[in-house]
T-cell receptor, first 110, second 117 residues
């Protein structure tokens, strides 16, 4: 299947700082989603972004499908942003399931 | 829209026992997926349904695992003769397929955490 790599694997930020999380994928994709997994394990949808740029409050995301990467920007981080961020892609052909990266664990300290 | 729900949220069982989990998708969604997540990893696909038809099964889905979606609404995932290696979070997701006007954006339930002793 398609390979999805996320970087960095771990990130520690002071509250108020900005950060950029990266997702690289190895093949063409139909869909790309960013999720935040909270400490209880719930995956929360952040963005559905197979291409282009979207913004939602302090979060924004950009996917450059032709270069096979996506970026998630978090500005003015808050302690509630802590958790694991996953990028997941649906391949351009075949199955409709999502392939997940291994995630970026973000810790925001006050 | 009440989101995807899963039951139970936690299950502790002894090795060799059978367990069954339930997933209720978002009501208008016609696709339903099961994933498994182990500690420190991203979720991995197990199987998916479009309406009542099971269309894809991962190689992770051994013959001890079976999933059903009898009326195209809720789904069950059964694990027979559980093993300690089955301990994981089992996640369900649903989506609206493009032929129903959707984009296949997947929404996840809270998961069922299985511990096999």
């Amino acid at each position: 299947g398609i390979q999805v790599e996320q970087s960095p694997p771990d990130l520690i930020l002071q509250e108020g700082a900005n950060s950029t999380l990266r997702c690289n994928f190895s093949d063409s994709v139909n869909n790309l989603q960013w999720f935040h997994q909270n400490p209880w394990g719930q995956l929360i949808n952040l963005f559905y972004i197979p291409s282009g740029t979207k913004q939602n409050g302090r979060l924004s995301a950009t996917t450059v499908a032709t270069e096979r990467y996506s970026l998630l920007y978090i500005s003015s981080s808050q302690t509630t942003d802590s958790g694991v961020y996953f990028c997941a892609v649906e391949q351009g052909t075949g199955a409709n399931n999502l392939f997940f990266g291994t995630g970026t664990r973000l810790t925001v300290i006050p | 829209d009440t989101g995807v729900s899963q039951d139970p949220r936690h299950k502790i069982t002894k090795r060799g026992q059978n367990v069954t989990f339930r997933c209720d998708p978002i009501s208008e969604h016609n696709r339903l997926y099961w994933y498994r997540q182990t500690l420190g990893q991203g979720p991995e696909f197990l199987t998916y349904f479009q309406n009542e038809a099971q269309l894809e099964k991962s190689r992770l889905l051994s013959d001890r695992f079976s999933a059903e979606r009898p009326k195209g609404s809720f789904s069950t995932l059964e694990i027979q003769r559980t093993e300690q290696g089955d301990s994981a979070m089992y996640l369900c997701a649903s989506s609206l397929a493009p032929d129903r006007g959707g984009y296949n954006e997947q929404f996840f339930g809270p998961g069922t955490r299985l511990t096999v002793l």
